[in-house]
């Protein structure tokens, strides 16, 4: 089942286990803003992180686990660095269970995909344009 990650800002799954997911690549010609493929984590209030570190717009973060079982050292926060002033960002998809947020990841990564099919039916229809406007320019003897 889905999560509203509000409720994760909110504060109010503190200590709760979770899987999230994220890819958001709004200009194709750059790099992902984010790219977190399904992650087991645990929700952490921001009260514990730790100085040098924060979470912006949420009472709340992200611990993710280690191969290992173990707790990271990382910090993610619920919301992407888009936002601003009283705009939050982006926010991650967040799961009680690993097949719906795969499932979630792949969907996000299909419409990436598509996206890069029409990028390159477009190339081809352009340099195909080109090389006919080349060889019209050809001199027949």
Known sequence: MQIPTKEIRDG?????VYFICH????????????SV??????????????DNKRVYYSESHFVPYT?????SK??????D????????GNELFVFDNYEECSDEWNSQINKHLLVIDDIIANVKQQWI????????????K
């Open 23 to 34: 890819y958001n690549r709004p200009d194709m010609h750059k790099k992902s803003l984010r």
């Open 81 to 88: 660095n888009t936002g601003y002033r009283s705009h939050v």
């Open 37 to 50: 493929p399904p992650t087991k984590c645990l929700v952490t209030s921001n009260e514990e992180l730790p």
């Open 129 to 140: 344009i080109e090389k006919q406007n080349l060889q019209n320019k050809l001199i027949t």
């Open 74 to 79: 990382k910090v993610i926060s619920p919301v």
């Open 67 to 71: 191969n290992a079982g173990k707790l």
């Open 12 to 16: 109010s799954h503190n200590g709760k």
